[in-house]
């Protein structure tokens, strides 16, 4: 039909990923910043108090989070070592379950993780508060399908 308008249809080609990596180093500007991965201290929220005599550089970080949506459930973990190295874990879970199920199920991967990597002490952040305070006893575990992930937890932090 284009072509009695001599109207010829290409198809578009593929974007190679250097030429976006390409225009994306040429667009920087000096106001650049670098994606930070530590919190400010003011919205920090840990399980675990460091003890006084631990060293601060043997000290390892867990960052975890988790998705419930349309698409499925996933969760993922990184863990830092002392010695700035990342051990990212991430995981589909094959259940329908609540958001705040899938923010436990997380928490649990990073600790097994952490317990296999046999770290001692270990800073864990995550973007739920309620999955924190809970885990902090500073509020109740109600719900009936979180107090077995609650209790599981504190098991594990022995």
């Known amino acids: 039909m284009l072509s009695k308008y001599n109207i010829i249809y290409v198809s578009q080609k593929a974007i190679k990923r250097d030429a976006i990596a390409e225009l994306l180093a040429d667009r920087a500007t000096e106001e650049y910043e670098p994606m930070k991965l530590k919190f400010p201290d003011e919205d920090l929220m840990t399980i675990f108090q460091l003890e006084e005599g631990e060293h601060v550089e043997k000290c390892w970080r867990m960052y975890f989070d988790g998705a419930a949506n349309a698409l499925g459930h996933r969760i993922g973990v990184i863990l830092i070592s002392s010695k700035e190295q990342y051990y990212p874990v991430i995981a589909r879970l094959n259940f329908n379950c609540i958001n705040n199920i899938v923010e436990y199920e997380a928490c649990v991967m990073g600790l097994q993780a952490a317990m296999d990597k046999r770290v001692k002490v270990l800073k864990i952040f995550e973007d739920s508060a309620l999955v924190i ?26």
């Open 133 to 158: 305070y809970q885990l902090k006893r500073e509020w109740e575990t109600r719900d009936s399908k979180l107090v077995p992930y609650h209790k599981y937890i504190l098991e594990l932090t022995k």
